[in-house]
């Protein structure tokens, strides 16, 4: 297969695979997104899908949230990890959107990626997610798939992200990088991986990996 051949049969087995794509973070709103983004860094959708609730009873608006101390904040959702930087992060945040964008998550990277603890893949998945607007956040998981599957050098999460926007159809690409997130966590894992389950890494896989992941097996 050439590279155009390979990137057709990526989208058609995911497409296949997974034509249903929820968002793995529970949410009801940009903000609410915004905040379990921001809490999911290092940690897992699910073990943040246990905690917001408790923090958006709470508050679940920034004008509610800067009701909250840092440290209540902090208490809430310390079994997430890095709650010190986390809660100051969320309460920061809460502060410049009541300032600067009466209280609403702004559409755009450049003012997202201004607020405290936000950093591009956030500011991506919120792009994506909450308004639509075409982005490929790049998780672990993305980063692993596109070396695995020989589509990108592995240098770089931006190196990355900026092949996935080449090789990628632009209007595919908010359901696209969940469909790549839900194929690594089942079929392509960082540990535990089964090559003979994986149908895509098994037929367009980059040779090094394979041959690595052979030499592992024998052993």
């Not at 297969?1 to 695979?17: A, S």
């Not at 909250?68 to 809460?94: F, N």
């Not at 790049?138 to 980063?143: A, C, L, N, Q």
């Not at 999460?157 to 790549?180: G, M, S, V, Y």
Request: positive net charge; proline residues 6%.
């Amino acid at each position: 297969m050439n590279k155009t051949e390979k990137v057709q049969f990526v989208i058609d087995t995911l497409e296949r695979l997974y034509p249903e794509t929820p968002i793995p973070l529970d949410h009801t709103d940009p903000y609410t997104l915004l905040i379990a983004v921001l809490m999911s860094a290092q940690s897992t959708d699910e073990r943040v899908n246990k905690i917001t609730p408790l923090l958006f009873e709470r508050a679940d608006n920034p004008y509610d949230m800067i009701q909250l101390s840092v440290d209540e904040i902090r208490e809430i959702i310390k079994p997430v990890g890095l709650s010190p930087m986390k809660s100051k992060g969320i309460y920061g945040l809460s502060q410049i959107l009541i300032e600067k964008h009466n209280g609403e998550v702004p559409k755009s990277f450049e003012a997202l990626e201004a607020l405290p603890a936000v950093g591009h893949k956030t500011a991506s998945v919120v792009m994506a997610q909450a308004f639509n607007i075409p982005a490929f956040p790049v998780d672990t998981h993305i980063h692993r798939l596109m070396y695995r599957w020989n589509l990108s050098n592995g240098k770089s999460i931006a190196q990355t992200e900026k092949d996935a926007k080449r090789l990628f159809p632009k209007e595919i690409w908010n359901k696209l990088h969940l469909q790549i997130i839900f194929y690594g966590r089942e079929y392509c894992p960082a540990r535990g991986w089964n090559l003979d389950n994986d149908i895509i890494t098994s037929a367009i896989g980059r040779k090094t990996v394979i041959t690595e992941y052979n030499k592992k097996k024998k052993k």
